[in-house]
């Protein structure tokens, strides 16, 4: 099972972006796809979930500003940031797995992640 994001740059404050997250080796139809971020020194945040149901979830730093995606039969996860600000430089991670609704922040729950995609947002 392979993650494989892409995406990230270097971007000004109030700027778009949009990163992917390929999946392959299996079908993940099934299971959340989510996205977590993880700044210098921080501890890994939980950016937003697409579940197997189709319900979304948002950490409360990106509602209103970001939205994520899943295309089910390419197997592929995205995450459209708009209005970026110099709190979001990061690398974000995608990660797979299936999580309870109440453990969807929680990194010890998803199975498979990606390598990392880094953001950079200059103010």
């Known amino acids: 099972v392979q993650l494989q994001a892409s995406g990230g740059g270097l971007v000004q404050a109030g700027g778009a972006l949009r990163l992917s997250c390929a999946t392959s080796?299996?079908?993940?139809?099934?299971?959340?796809m989510a996205w977590f971020r993880q700044a210098p020194g921080k501890e890994r945040e939980f950016v937003a979930a697409?579940?197997?149901?189709?319900?979304?979830y948002y950490g409360d730093s990106v509602k209103g500003r970001f939205t994520i995606s899943r295309d089910t039969p390419k197997n592929t996860v995205y995450l459209q940031m708009n209005n970026l600000d110099a709190a979001d430089t990061a690398v974000y991670y995608c990660?797979?797995?299936?999580?309870?609704?109440?453990?969807?922040?929680?990194?010890?729950?998803?199975?498979?992640w990606g390598q990392g995609t880094l953001v950079t947002v200059s103010s």
């Open positions: 990660a797979v797995g299936s999580p309870a609704l109440s453990a969807l922040g929680n990194v010890d729950v998803y199975r498979h």
């Open positions: 080796g299996q079908t993940f139809s099934s299971l959340t």
């Open positions: 697409a579940r197997w149901n189709g319900h979304i």
